[in-house]
């Protein structure tokens, strides 16, 4: 039965993981020959397919010759790390893949160093080598590096390296040939990544890895049976290795599935090193054991790392709420912010003191939280959130706060202007390395340093950089960072934006509206260069007069105006303002609507 080999792949970012993937199904004929085939088939979610990333991590198995390999597809993004940590504990190996052009990045380091831990055998692919830009030699002294600094054992020193095409299906064991298919591949796994343990004669006992939801069946546990067999319709019971006084919870397994290519297989019954779904257990959720009645014995599991940043989500209260929404209650909101706890372990959700109608919502990054309020507004729902806020810790009697390792690749000529704006925002420089005509720079900087940078980013460095960020660690407070030096346009009466007053409105900035949007009072329609915010009227129409001289009704030029995407509404928000979240809009506003109140507080604060 050593016919079996499961393995997680993990990589950076857009290294091509998902690719890889696709190809491996297609070389081992997990497809009918006329069947039509989509590309980034694992990205099975609107969003993982719009944006090209992948949210939550997937199980798929393919076939070479007589053994099955489990493979777990495994988030980039370093928001999503509550995923990839978990899923290492199913698997008994890792493809690492490396791009061949940009190397090493932060998350290559971050999932490494986690796989390593667990003392886990690594296969190293240097992938994209088909790039005209690659340079695989250096690449490969970079992994090397890499794993030194991890301290790896000298047999995960010795991992053997594998040069890819992902997209061509290619594989070769040197990184001077270019391969005809993904032999290599397949047969490094199965030399090199060892079976899993397969003691069948054991009681049953599984550690649930990764969740499914389902409306008709409710949570579908899914991980690797640890030892012994699981029959359909067999009694069981559920424990937690953190939480040993709890009385554990009796079940029955209904239904049991197998993973094979894209799709979920019945199965009556499963052995040890298998990885399977399982329905039938209500409360079930990630860390729990399954094991046999009356054999509970948990299993330890890694404590998810504890999220870095917190947002209000609170129920909409502005002039236009519940126009746009399907789902706009307390009650509503709250349910689906739980349902989200279920399937996300890295969040946590909990009532803000003295309000009904709001809820703290704690994520690893900006990114994971803006996917969640992109889906909920898809899904119809309406609420408003605050701007982002970073969760500080008490250490050894100081105030601690979340600093990130940022490495970004950019043009030379932009060096300079991403050096000083790091450093204003108390960005520590570690390192610099020339990647061809580029250059590769490393920095310590505080989460909240990262707010709304991205952008002034991209503009310094005329799109072509690249910024990557990883959770590193808690230091000491840094002292304070302004946040954002522009002010903010302000409706200044509720109705339809027209175009003279747009047009009237513009000299004072850029605006974020066209003719025909309707506004209220209070509501942020565009950016003013100076540092206050400045009331503006832009439902003020022409009044006639009695006397029209020529040329008095000339076309208005209006300036195109700058429309938002989520993620920059959110970097965009200052301390005193909120984002109005429809599935139909987005709408800045400040918390205070009435400018007579605003201005008072705005006294008050400085007073």
Known sequence: MDKLRNVAIIAHVDHGKTTLVDEMLKQSGVYRENQEIVDRVMDSNDLERERGITIMAKNTAVWYGDTKINIVDTPGHADFGGEVERILKMVNGVILLVDAAEGPMPQTRFVLSRALELGHRVIVVVNKIDRPDQRIHEVIDEVLELLMDLDATDEQLDSPMLFCSG?????????????????????????????????????????????????????????????????????????????????????????????????????????????????????????????????????????????????????????????????????????????????????????????????????????????????????????????????????????????????????????????????????????????????????????????????????????????????????????????????????????EAVAYGIWNAQERGAMFITPGTKVYAGMVVGVCPKQDDVPVNVCRTKHLTNTRASGSDEALRLIPPRILSLEQCLEFLADDELLEVTPQNLRLRKSILDHSLRMKAVMRARG
Do not use: W
Request: some cysteine; overall charge negative; charged content about 25%.
């Open 167 to 495: 997209r061509h299906g290619t594989a070769s064991y040197s990184p001077d040939v270019i391969g005809t298919d993904l032999k290599p591949l397949f047969e490094t796994i199965l030399e090199y990544i060892p079976a899993p343990a397969m003691d069948t004669e054991a009681p049953f006992q599984m550690l649930v890895s990764s969740l499914d939801y389902n409306d008709y069946v409710g949570r579908i546990a899914i991980g690797r049976i640890e030892r012994g067999v699981i029959r359909q319709n067999q009694e069981i019971e559920v424990c937690n290795y953190h939480n040993p006084d709890a009385p554990s919870m009796k079940a029955k397994a209904v239904s049991l599935f197998q993973f094979d290519g894209l799709n979920r297989v019945p199965v009556t019954e499963a052995g040890a090193g298998n990885i399977i779904a399982m329905s039938g257990i209500g409360d079930i959720t990630i860390g729990d054991t399954i094991c046999e009645r009356g054999a509970a014995e948990p299993l330890p599991f890694v404590k998810i790392s504890a999220p870095t940043l917190e947002m209000t989500f609170s129920v909409n209260d502005s002039p236009f709420a519940g126009r746009e929404g399907k789902f706009v209650t307390s009650r509503q909101i709250r349910d689906r912010l739980m349902r989200e706890t279920l399937k996300d372990v890295s969040l946590r959700v909990s009532d803000v003191p003295d309000s009904t109608d709001s809820f703290n919502v704690a994520g690893r990054g900006e990114m994971s939280l803006s996917i969640l309020i992109e889906t909920m507004r898809r899904e119809g729902y309406e609420f408003q959130v605050s701007p982002p806020r970073v969760l500080y810790q008490e250490i050894d009697g100081k105030k601690c706060e979340p600093v990130e390792r940022v490495v970004v690749d950019v043009p030379q000529d932009s060096m300079g202007a991403v050096m000083e704006k790091l450093g204003a925002r108390k960005g520590e420089f570690i390192e610099m390395t020339p990647v061809g005509s580029r250059m590769k720079l490393e920095f310590l900087v505080p989460s909240r340093g990262l707010f709304g940078y991205r952008n002034e980013f991209l503009t310094d460095t005329k799109g072509e950089g690249i910024l990557a960020s990883v959770f590193e660690r808690y230091e000491p407070y840094k002292g304070d960072i302004a946040r954002r030096n522009t002010g903010s346009l302000i409706a200044f009466e509720t109705g």
